[in-house]
């Protein structure tokens, strides 16, 4: 029971430090991006590459025409 | 194997891409491009095929070990053919324009494999990009490998059985054939391999058949035959041959093209053309490969000045193995004067026959004399009192099927007779 008051004082501490980690500003005073949304950036909402190429009907849509040649080789290869 | 629609080629699955290690990597990192919503902006600088380039794209920290071999691999750099066409033409720039025009189209690359279907096939991604540690066998190995090679495996060849390892245990081309075979070993030009069969033997069947290396186990044929003749010889069935491929290029089109004179089934067992320590075997099926005198001449005349340098019967590994076999159903079989399963001189056309004077069977296998029968190591000694010199003369459907066996036999699993009757000494 005597060492209460140390048990508080540190936990205290504990508190204090563990919410100045909780914000980290960087010198031009922006934020630095979580993990978390360098992970959204890679989603297809976000990049254009996937956002085309996950999409089904966009992919149909600007498919070139299929041009079939006739097939002029005979036997097999 | 079905051609992909055009979108179906390209079209990502992002569930399954984008958690793997491959989807943490942003697009642009491997194939350029622009970000951007149209289609002709976004493609400005793309890179279509990044694994082109294995060494920029695919070593460094994740793959250096394939990358540092890939180059001087025989997918990668084809030595196979060009081994075959220098020797029978030398070095001709208009083999050059050949090559690139008709077989160029072979090479592989990394993603080729383990990404998409080679665009030799048209391309397309397997599995929305997702990158695949074993390539699909009949999408990517037999998509090249069909015509020969996957048709035997997979058994469309009509009335001949697939391949037993894979109509009885499933087991796909990377069972046997290793990421090392693929990927190669060599790190430099000088001692790439110059073909598929050059170097060690691998797959070898006996590094899984243990029991059939010579001496390994009773069965009498192993124990004559096993280090004179290769595996193929008693365990493949017929397979593909070809003749008279010509290649030319459309005058249409303007598209480079083959025609090939004939195709046909053929098993025929000739002399091993590449004895070595390595192949140490006498005897191996042949195959006819679909080279002429005048293959090339759309492109030149007398190209292949040295065409009789290489047979035009080739060693050959047929992939349909199968544990009973028509040759191996008994010893007379091989031993019985007959040459039909023997590539003999008349079977090879006169233009050919210098070309092949290294494979072609001069004498047929001794007969059998009934002293030889009776005393070959695997009769049962209960046959002592037998007349025939020919085991099928009762066995009607060969020893391996011996009608004769008793019924309390029937629970055994081994038909080979002499794992049970000990040997005649």
Redesign the interface.
């Known amino acids: 029971m005597k060492l209460k008051p140390i048990g508080l004082l540190i936990a205290g501490a504990c508190l204090i430090a563990a919410c100045a980690t909780i914000k980290v500003e960087s010198s031009t005073g922006t934020e630095q991006p979580l993990a978390t949304e360098a992970v959204l950036a ?3 909402e976000a ?4 956002a ?3 999409d ?1 009907q966009r ?2 849509d ?3 025409p ?1 041009e079939i ?2 097939a ?6 | 194997m079905a051609p992909l629609e055009p979108w179906e080629k390209v079209l990502v699955d992002a569930g399954k891409f984008l958690p793997t290690d491959h989807g943490q990597i942003a697009c642009m990192e491997c194939h350029g491009g622009v970000q951007a919503s149209e289609k002709e902006a976004a493609h400005v600088g793309l890179i279509v095929s990044p694994s082109s380039e294995p060494e920029k794209y695919c070593g460094g920290e994740c793959h250096s070990e394939q990358v540092a071999t890939y180059p001087f691999a025989l997918h990668s750099t084809q030595q196979g053919y060009w081994t075959a066409l220098e020797a029978r033409g030398g070095s001709h720039p208009a083999l050059n324009e050949m090559f690139g025009n008709h077989c160029a189209t072979c090479h592989t690359t990394c993603g080729e494999c383990h990404v998409s279907q080679p665009k030799n096939v048209g391309g397309g991604l397997f599995t929305g990009h997702v990158f695949e540690t074993t390539p699909p066998m009949t999408r990517s190995c037999t998509a090249c490998h069909g015509s020969r090679v996957g048709n035997e495996f997979l058994g469309k060849n009509e009335g001949i059985p697939g391949d037993v390892h894979f109509r009885e245990a499933r087991m796909n081309c990377v069972k046997c054939h290793e990421g090392e075979d693929m990927h190669g070993t060599a790190t430099d030009a000088m001692t790439a391999e110059v073909n598929r069969f050059a170097g060690t033997e691998s797959p070898k069947c006996v590094d899984c058949h243990e029991e059939a290396a010579p001496n390994g186990d009773d069965n009498p044929m192993h124990q004559v035959h096993g280090d004179t003749l290769s595996c193929q010889v008693c365990h493949s069935v017929t397979y593909t041959s070809c003749d008279g491929c010509h290649v030319a290029v459309s005058e249409t089109s303007g598209n480079p093209f083959f025609e090939t004179d004939a195709t046909y089934q053929t098993f025929l067992i000739g002399r091993n053309p590449i004895q070595s320590e390595e192949r140490p075997y006498a005897f191996v099926p042949v195959r006819h490969t679909p080279v002429t005198t005048d293959a090339y001449e759309y492109y030149g005349e007398n190209l292949l000045p040295n065409f009789n340098a290489v047979p035009t019967w080739v060693y050959s590994t047929p992939h349909n193995i199968q544990k009973n076999t028509a040759q191996n159903i008994s010893c007379e079989t091989c031993h019985n004067g007959d040459a039909s399963i023997f590539l003999t001189a008349d079977k090879v056309k006169p233009e050919e026959m210098e070309a092949n004077l290294s494979v072609i069977v001069e004498s047929l296998p001794p007969m059998l004399t009934l002293e030889q029968t009776l005393n070959a190591p695997g009769t049962p000694a209960s046959h002592l009192e037998h007349i025939s010199n020919s085991c099928t003369a009762c066995h009607t459907e060969g020893i391996r099927n011996a009608p004769i066996s008793p019924e309390d036999h029937m629970a055994y699993k081994d038909r080979n007779c002499s794992g049970c009757h000990k040997l005649q000494k």
């Open positions: 890679s989603t297809p990049d254009k590459c996937l085309c190429h996950t089904k992919l149909i600007t498919a070139k299929v040649a006739e002029e080789s005979k036997g097999i290869g």
